[in-house]
């Protein structure tokens, strides 16, 4: 069964420190893991994108890694602002329909100044 | 300015109605999608259309219908027949299937 699982459920960290955060997947044939941000009562943003090739990829303060081999993934945030408050969305795809677009229920960060 | 609409932001239904909400995107895209998010839960794909006059099923599309006569445009309707609408709806579009997809700001549906 296709699934993708993320973790922590949630986190809390003080303004200023680095975090990781981590999606496992089993979605076979696997095409590419994106990352996706998204404010609460808001749609999600993307924040990277990486295909099978690539291991890591980075978008100012986040820094995502794939393992291909081991189907796993991190998003590390750097320096965090209390603007990166938010859920950060694990989205795996896989070849063939959309229903092969399988999302991660998420890791909900919060920033403490 | 391109981007994806939603509206109404907030919606309020009695039970027994169907209420639909709408899904606009000037961004040329091809491809449109609509999901359901519950608290704790990732999102669930409810419909999908790939190009106009056509659409296809998602993962939870009993009680919810689709209509794709324009390329911008993608309606959802809940209907009666959905048991447990109450929920957070969102719409995406993207170029094409394989491609990133944008997201509209949501529709928070609640059942009174």
């Known amino acids: 069964k296709n699934q993708v699982e993320q973790s922590p459920q949630s986190l809390i960290i003080l303004e200023g420190k680095n975090c990781t955060l981590q999606c496992n997947y089993t979605v076979s044939p696997f095409s590419n893991l994106r990352w996706y941000k998204q404010d609460t009562g808001r749609g999600p943003v993307s924040l990277t994108i990486?295909?099978?090739?690539?291991n890591t990829k980075s978008n100012g303060r986040y820094t995502a890694t794939l393992d291909a081999d081991t189907k796993q993934s991190s998003l590390h945030i750097t320096a965090s602002q209390l603007s990166d408050s938010a859920s950060y969305i694990c989205?795996?795809?896989?070849?063939?329909?959309?229903?092969?677009?399988?999302f991660g229920s998420g890791t909900r960060l919060s920033i403490r100044p | 300015d391109g981007g994806i609409t939603q509206s109404p932001k907030y919606l309020f239904r009695k039970e027994g109605q169907n209420v639909t909400l709408s899904c606009e995107q000037n961004?040329?895209?091809?491809?449109m999608y609509w999901y359901r998010q519950d608290p704790g839960q990732g999102l669930r794909l409810i419909y999908y259309?790939?190009?106009?006059?056509?659409?296809q099923k998602g993962d939870i599309a009993e009680g919810y219908s689709v209509s794709r006569e324009k390329k911008e445009s993608f309606p959802l309707t809940v209907t009666s027949a959905q048991k447990n609408p109450t929920a957070f709806y969102l719409c995406a579009s993207s170029i094409g299937r394989s491609d990133e997809q944008f997201f509209g700001p949501g529709t928070r549906l609640t059942v009174l």
């Open positions: 989205v795996v795809s896989g070849y063939s329909s959309a229903s092969k677009i399988i």
């Open positions: 961004l040329n895209h091809d491809a």
């Open positions: 259309s790939q190009i106009v006059n056509d659409f």
């Open positions: 990486m295909t099978f090739s690539e």
